[in-house]
């Protein structure tokens, strides 16, 4: 997996990408209560916020860490936010891309690189 400053996930799987919050980021949100998610088919960009978070704690935002196109949503998440604070970067994935440009994702951490982030 690599991770991004902005404690997100992604986990490649031939070529789409798996992206979702880490533990670090849900402990520090509280509990999850509410989730919008991107529609299935939208093109991102890095940057672009595509995820509203809402918490006990806090409102935050997801931006994608990569250029793409969704093509597939945590319908369950979207049902049970509390997922992700279950089982971050397992069930509580949040959506899944197709990279434009795979290679954007050399600029992400390694789990040491990340964990020394979060230390």
Not at 22 to 49: C, K, M, N, W, Y
Not at 58 to 72: K, L
Not at 96 to 102: G, L, N
Request: glycine share 8%; proline share 5%; aromatic share 6%.
């Amino acid at each position: 997996m690599k991770y991004t400053q902005e404690h997100e996930w992604l986990r490649p799987e031939g070529d789409i990408v798996t992206v979702g919050i880490t533990q670090h980021a849900t402990t520090q949100l509280g509990d999850i209560v509410f989730v919008e998610l991107p529609e299935v088919g939208a093109t991102v960009s890095r940057g672009d916020e595509i995820v509203v978070i809402e918490s006990v704690k806090a409102a935050s935002e997801i931006m994608a860490p990569i250029d793409g196109e969704i093509v597939e949503v945590n319908e369950a998440l979207a049902a049970n936010p509390a997922l992700a604070n279950q089982d971050a970067t397992g069930a509580g994935w949040f959506f899944k891309i197709r990279p434009s440009d795979p290679s954007q994702m050399d600029d992400c951490m390694d789990e040491a690189a990340y964990t020394a982030l979060i230390g």
